[in-house]
């Protein structure tokens, strides 16, 4: 029901706070149900099944929720049965479904087009560019202009405020000079030329969504929180699934060294912060001196316990005079 009266307001009122509000908090809601059960079961079974959904989900969020109005299929069309881009002639063709996102494909349609099943798993062409709104924001390409600067919106990535609230900064390339400057959302929109883009909405949610996931073509896009400060995990789940998912990170790390420095994400600088403090705990030095410091710390304490007990046990020997004397005292007052 919530998600009906959101969709209601939604065809009326893109800008509705409230709706902006649903929206991103059915992602964050399905994406702690699926993160915590990969954390808490060890079963294949169940971890392969909460992967499958939470790439279904992340797939279906971005197509029919989040993506530019023109690339969005039509509410009568929304079924997950048909082929992502689909053609009437699916129905008669060889359809092909992706390991990844488990979208389907017409493979006749594909581009260049498959005329046999290929061996192996197939990634489709949106996980391998890593379909997000980072790609297909509707501004990239587009030419703005400002007094006597003229340039092409390269690129754009999600920032957030010391508040933590999200924006969205565009690289502008200069036409002529190749100079590379920083605009905001708003100084695009109204600078752009020729036809308008529609307004941004759903921000939160779109800085949240990580689309089609880990893109080959354009580096890590998206993710979630590390598990060492993500709220929404314990202490225990997260050492235990640290332990086992240092490789996974490390690799994930690697990847995203293929981009340049300034076109990193915050997720992406605390991964490679986190693997570094890990590295260097795991150290053969580091792990000297803190052997070093905590048998210091132990022999300090048994110190300072056994003169503690020391003093303790002579106090129940030495009887207290200083009470003694205030005993009396009570007693002939009386």
């Keep these: 029901k919530l998600l009906q009266g959101a969709g209601e307001r939604f065809t009326t009122n893109h800008d509705d706070p409230e709706v902006e ?23 294949n079974n169940v971890v392969n099944s909460a992967e499958e959904m939470l790439r279904i989900f992340e797939r279906l969020m971005f197509d029919w929720v989040l993506a ?24 008669n063709s060889m359809v092909l479904l992706c390991d ?27 996980c391998v560019s890593g379909r997000s709104w980072l790609t297909v924001d509707p501004r990239i390409g587009r030419r703005v202009q400002s007094g006597s600067f003229s340039g092409t919106v390269e690129s754009c990535k999600f920032i ?34 020729g036809d308008p883009v529609e307004p941004l909405r759903c921000l939160q949610a779109l800085a949240e969504s990580p689309g089609y996931g880990f893109g080959r073509d354009s580096g890590i896009v998206g993710g979630a929180v590390p598990l060492a400060i993500n709220p929404l995990i314990g202490d225990k789940a997260a050492q ?23 076109d990193f994400t915050a997720e992406e600088w605390t991964t490679l ?35 503690f007990w020391r003093n ?10 200083h009470g003694d004397d205030t005993d009396e005292e009570e007693e002939s007052l009386g």
């Design 21 to 43: 509000e649903v929206v991103a908090e059915v992602g964050r809601k399905v994406r702690t149900i699926v993160q915590n059960s990969l954390i808490v079961n060890s079963s």
């Design 68 to 91: 530019p109005s023109t690339s969005r299929p039509e509410l009568e069309e929304l079924d997950d049965d048909r082929c992502i881009d689909h053609h009437e002639s699916d129905m």
């Design 100 to 126: 990844a996102c488990e979208g389907k494909y017409n493979m006749s349609r594909l581009k260049p087009a498959l005329t046999r099943v290929p061996s192996g798993d197939w990634y489709c062409p949106r």
């Design 160 to 193: 957030f405020t010391e508040e933590g609230e999200p924006s969205i900064l565009y690289c502008i390339k200069a036409s002529y000079s190749g100079r590379i400057e920083y605009w905001g959302i708003k100084d695009v929109d109204n600078l752009i030329v």
């Design 240 to 262: 235990a699934a640290l332990s086992s998912g240092v490789f996974k990170d490390t690799v994930s790390a690697c990847v995203s060294l293929t981009t340049l420095p300034e």
């Design 273 to 307: 912060l986190m693997l570094l403090v890990t590295k260097c705990t795991q150290s053969d030095d580091f792990q000297e001196l803190s052997s070093k410091l905590e048998n210091k710390e132990a022999s300090r304490l048994s110190t300072e316990m056994m003169s």
């Design 312 to 321: 303790r046990a002579a106090k129940n020997i030495v009887p207290n005079q």
